[in-house]
């Protein structure tokens, strides 16, 4: 991120844009992520290793999205130990939204596909209907993010990834944050709890 000087690796963008390009990993994710489905963890950590691999994350990074089983934990745990670049150990932040609104906030998504902005249409609509405000483009609702992928992420996430945060609380690596807050009282909360898990590390 850029206050903190390093990358925001999101697996999502990684997969879309894998998605939009047509490859072989783009077309084996996109049926699943149209229904709400997680990507096999093998694939996803294959797709982690080689991002972490690059120069760019020798300062830290933060990982969007991911882990999201307690087998990817596990895999990133060990490759993280196992690394020659190995620093401060990992921590995790979990974002907190109830059901409902967190429903509209996806369903109401749309995006810019040329300068990325991200609206809401119950939230942060555009001046004009389905334009963005910027470039004047039409502004596109990703395939996954309808009501039916919604009850299926919700299935797969109290499934598979509530033990993740079992599993970073038993080792003391973990906080929670209220994400019903505004943008910038939640960027705060997750900048005092990065803080404090970083001391409680030292």
């Known amino acids: 991120m850029a206050d903190f000087g390093i990358p925001q690796i999101s ?42 691999a690059q120069p760019d994350v020798e300062r830290g990074y933060i990982l969007d999205g991911y882990p999201r089983t307690l087998g990817q934990a596990e895999w990133l745990d060990n490759h993280l130990s ?7 150990p990992l921590v995790a932040v979990n974002i907190r939204v109830d059901e409902q609104e967190l429903l509209r906030r996806i369903t109401g998504r749309r995006i810019c596909p040329v300068c990325k902005t991200i609206y809401n ?27 039916a992928a919604f009850v299926e992420r919700m299935k797969a996430y109290n499934s598979l990834t509530a033990p993740v945060i079992e599993h970073y609380c038993g080792q003391g690596r973990f906080r929670e944050v209220d994400g019903s807050q505004s943008v910038e009282q939640v960027t705060a909360a997750i900048e005092s709890s990065l803080k404090q898990l970083r001391q409680a590390g030292d």
């Open 121 to 147: 249409i119950y939230s942060k609509p555009p001046k004009k209907d389905g334009i963005c405000d910027n470039e004047g483009s039409p502004l596109q609702h990703r395939s996954d993010d309808t009501e």
């Open 82 to 88: 196992s690394s020659a670049k190995t620093g401060k």
């Open 11 to 52: 697996t999502g963008d990684i997969l879309r844009d894998n998605i939009a390009r047509g490859t072989d990993l783009g077309k084996a994710a996109k049926g699943l992520m149209d229904q709400g489905q997680l990507v096999p963890d093998q694939m996803v950590n294959d797709m982690v290793g080689a991002r972490l």
